[in-house]
């Protein structure tokens, strides 16, 4: 992995959520943009999303949303990113919001982000990139998920040493450093057979 240049923010679309999230969420556009990071993330104004696009934007960071047009249709896209791509598809957006980023942060979401975040560690997993993911476990919002994760790794239907392909953080002021830190070995995808 080289240097960071951008970092992807995944991250929920609903507002109905507690007030602990949308600070987080404020924070993390704040602290990617202090660090001169710029954010990408899915285009959104709505939710966690918005939040994040629009503190980074205050803290003069740079925001790439990229967002499908079908959902951009229901007019829920952010107006003044610094750039605002619109693509046909779901599997689009995923695949140029992984490529236009260099580090993952995953905050609490939904389903959409639990999406995201399998596609991250399955792709990492078969040695598609080698960029690092980092979990936001906030007031333990990911404990039922991180869980069902090393189940699976018990049952051996993954090497437990795949467990070292995301960190975890409890809060969104270890993220930098935990960006920073990340280990930037890519996975041998062969080893996910053996």
Not at 74 to 96: C, D, P
Request: charged share 25%; with cysteine.
């Amino acid at each position: 992995m080289g240097e960071i240049k951008n970092v992807c923010v995944y991250c929920g679309s609903s507002s109905r959520v507690d007030e602990a999230y949308k600070t987080a969420a404020i924070r993390i556009g704040e602290l990617i943009a202090k660090e001169g990071w710029g954010v990408v993330y899915g285009g959104g104004r709505v939710g966690l999303m918005g939040l994040v696009a629009d503190s980074a934007l205050k803290s003069n960071g740079e925001v790439v949303g990229i967002i499908p047009s079908h959902i951009k249709d229901r007019e829920v896209q952010h107006e003044e990113l610094t750039e605002l791509v619109v693509v046909e598809t779901m599997h689009v957006r995923k695949q140029m919001m992984v490529d236009r980023s260099q580090a993952f942060v995953i905050l609490p979401g939904g389903l959409g982000t639990l999406d995201e975040l399998f596609e991250l560690l399955t792709w990492k997993q078969l040695g598609l990139h080698d960029k690092p993911i980092v979990i936001v476990n906030m007031n333990g919002y990911w404990d039922e998920m991180l869980k069902a994760i090393k189940h699976i790794a018990n049952q051996g239907f993954m090497r437990s040493e795949d467990m070292n392909m995301f960190l975890i953080v409890e809060s969104v002021e270890e993220v930098a450093a935990a960006l920073k830190k990340a280990p930037s070995e890519k996975f041998d995808p062969t080893t996910k057979w053996i």
